[in-house]
């Protein structure tokens, strides 16, 4: 699908639709605990486990402390509340974050996205 909206979107660049509106929103969130994700971002030093990347070696101060953590099996995998420790998370740059987050949730995700990487590096 994605790909045949960049198709008519690049031939339309006149398209254009409102943003920046407001609206009240409700929906429900999964608690997550931001004690836990933050141990986990200093155990591996803000550095992502999938692709290396860190944020302070490539845009200094500006980067500092800018990481996200993941857990290794999705919590929306999970039908009730658990408790997590620190070594269910790794922590994570936004790309691969994102990428982990378009897989099927498991604690395999990790090694499958990591082999990818390194293969098309």
Known sequence: MASALE???IKNEDFA?????KRVVQH?????SL???????VRDGFTC????????ETYGE???????AHHVVALSSLRK??????????????NCHRV????????????RLRRLIRRTN
């Open 7 to 9: 198709s008519k979107l």
């Open 100 to 111: 982990l987050y378009r897989m099927d949730g498991h604690l395999s995700d990790v090694v």
């Open 62 to 68: 500006l980067g500092r402390g800018y990481a996200e």
């Open 28 to 32: 429900i969130m999964r608690e997550r």
């Open 17 to 21: 639709t409102y943003e920046n509106r």
């Open 81 to 94: 509340e658990i408790q997590t420790r620190v070594k269910d998370l790794i922590t994570v740059c936004p």
């Open 49 to 56: 486990r999938i692709c290396d990347f860190n944020f302070v």
């Open 35 to 41: 004690k836990l994700a933050l141990i986990a971002k």
